[in-house]
């Protein structure tokens, strides 16, 4: 308390005590015990009342005792209701919460998993994807400051995300392993890996790895049909010491569209498991392929990058050249990428006037480029700034969701002020030197149907290993170019509907359905009502819902159809405007493709946390393990908080109470 505050306190305790003995004691004629009384009361409601107006901060200590955390994960997936353990992880839970030495020792914390995870609320054993990794990781996060240990409640087997067994945990992990831990003799398809497009007349490879689990040589035919029609077939050998075989074989694409084709492993004597012997795949054949040149005066890494990228989809060709090579024949490509263009690129630009990516940077000309009426110009100067990009979420020429452009690293260009036409539509913006501004980063410009993009700045290889490193894989950075690919690319007249869907999945997995709906001036509609009708191509049942307006675009997922075909249509309110499409819903289920549970792993995954596998017959055993291992204490905590007086609401109604005891006493005794 600071010394002034004190020095406040002093004078007030003396004027008080002086203001109540000039009522009750000067001059007074007698003495008697109430006037003793209200001196007392006067003294101390007028000290309270004048202590309230000075409001000193009061320093008070609170003691906190933390408990260690226990993390409990279980898994509510589908293969634990296969494996008939659903009743058991409901009772292993309910031991775990009614234990009394782990509810004195432990704060308990209940979690679910399937592909994600979530706060226990109740198990329905429906999640058709299973993400150890993922539940592990998020624990590991939210409790990354304190005492904590997790049990984990699985069969170990894993259908999605990274391998769990090597994830770098810090704290003890216990697993209860359920279900059947036996070795049965097995014959399954773990794999496929299929491209989703081919050319008509074209050969397209599919890659088949085929797993067998027992103990004595067995031999088997893998299949490939289409159509009812067997268009591939082998006969393999497997034994324990070569449990695993890789088909690979080349089909011809006959018929243009999506084509349906399933594979098939033959069943073996005395296997349990025969639904993970069959697995389905789609291929849709088309009949044409855009052919991308990019060009550039000089060798960068971006070029690399923009290839990897755009050919990520089968359906695009890349080829690139040097602005000096006479060999190139324009007439064979549809799309462009001009990459730092100079003086060099006049006779291009005067040949080429739509369907174009322009990258700019540190060795772009552009006095040059300020020459060509392309909707924008620099006015730039010999210094080079690095840009940050800022999604601008009113784009909405075409659909581009943000992915995390704004951790990407740097962008190097000209340092200049850009100016745009009214036709240009910006995606990001430019941000440095920690300022964001309006200035463009990547913009479109499109009038009289000729469209192109101008991206500012150099280091996009960047863009792409950064988004790797925040995905473990490329697609999302390429499929976003890809969608800038496929706007500009694209001579035909936009449709004003654009929907996208799946042409296969699995059983039990939500039917997600995404649409882009604009304007006759070509502008995202946000007003608009759609509709989506699905119907079974073999029962004629139909199921009609509504979309959802989610981040500029227009989402539904449906749930709770069948195996089979079906096709659908989606309709705009009070507008002849539809779009239609088909999809297939295979019964392939994922967690029913395990014989038994993966105890190894988990295992492994408990000794490379230092913690310990237990089996559902040894719960008690894992409950005492906990409650006295002496590495799991309670932490108390103290922590000062400074509170103003007048916060405490109780000081002014004691003060009100004794001023109010005062008057009514001296009313009573005749003394007002």
Known sequence: METRTLIYIIIAILLSIAIAFFQYFYKAKNNSKINILLFFLKATSFFLLILLFINPQIETIEKVNNKPILSVLADNSLSIKYFKEDKKVASILKKIQEYKEIQDKFNIQLFSFGAKIAVLDSLSFSETQTDISQAIKSVNELNKNTLNASILISDGNQTTGNDYEYINAKSKIYPIVVGDTTLYQDLQISQLNVNKYSYIKNKFPVEAMLYYEGKEKVSATFSISNGGKKVFSKRLQFSPSNPVQTVLTNLTSDKKGIQYYSSAISKIENEKNTKNNYQKFSVEVIDEQTKV???????????????????????????????????????????????????????????????????????????????????????????????????????????????????FPPLRDKFGTVDLTNDAQTLLYQKFAGVETKQPLLTTIEKNDKKHAVLFGEGIWKWRAASFLKEQNFETFDAF????????????????????????????????ISAFYVDKNYKFDNRASLELTVTNTKTKSKKVIPFSLINNSYQVSVEGLLAGEYSYKVSVANQNINSFGKFKITDYQIEEQFTNANHKKLNSLAVKTKGKLFYTDKIENLLRELTTDTSYYTVQKSSTKNQNLIDWKWVLFLTITLFSLEWFIRKYYGKI
């Not at 060009?295 to 690399?304: A, K, Q, V």
């Not at 869907?501 to 997600?512: H, Q, R």
């Open 481 to 512: 170019l890809g969608n800038l690919v496929q706007y500009l690319a694209s001579n035909k007249k936009r449709k004003r509907l654009e929907v996208k869907s799946e042409n296969l999945y699995t059983a039990n997995t939500p039917i997600n």
């Open 293 to 407: 040149l990019v060009l550039s005066s000089f060798l960068h890494p971006d070029l690399g990058a923009i290839k990897k990228a755009i050919e990520s989809n089968k359906q695009r060709k890349v080829t690139i050249a040097l602005i000096n090579d006479k060999k190139i024949n324009y007439a064979d490509y549809q799309f462009f990428v001009f990459y730092q263009p100079n003086s060099y690129f006049k006779k291009v630009f005067e040949k080429i006037p739509s369907n174009y990516l322009i990258i700019s940077g540190t060795k772009t000309d552009w006095r040059f480029l300020n020459t060509q009426q392309l909707g924008f110009t620099k006015e730039a100067i010999n210094q080079t700034e690095n840009y940050l990009a800022i999604y601008n979420t009113d784009f909405l020429t075409f659909l581009q969701k943000d992915i995390g452009f704004n951790e």
